[in-house]
């Protein structure tokens, strides 16, 4: 692993800059993820990032304006 690699663990973050928590289901209205996921998203394996990011494949509405 390069220096550039160990420093940016985080590289594949699905987070679109749309921080917003739904009260009811308490996942993130901007990248779908649990509260849980973005807490503890450094830590996870790449293996593990992997799977969530394709969990949240067509979790969100197709129309969300994504960046």
């Known amino acids: 692993m390069t220096n550039a690699q160990a420093s ?3 590289a594949t973050s699905p ?4 921080c917003t928590l739904d009260e009811t289901s308490a ?3 901007g ?3 649990s509260l849980d996921d973005i807490a503890n998203w450094s830590r996870y394996s790449e293996g ?7 969990s949240l494949q067509g979790s969100l509405p197709v129309e969300q304006d994504r960046p």
Do not use: A, H, K
């Open 8 to 10: 940016s663990p985080c």
């Open 27 to 29: 996942f993130c209205l």
């Open 31 to 33: 990248c779908g993820r």
């Open 15 to 18: 987070c679109i800059g749309i």
């Open 48 to 54: 593990q990032r992997t799977e969530i990011m394709l």
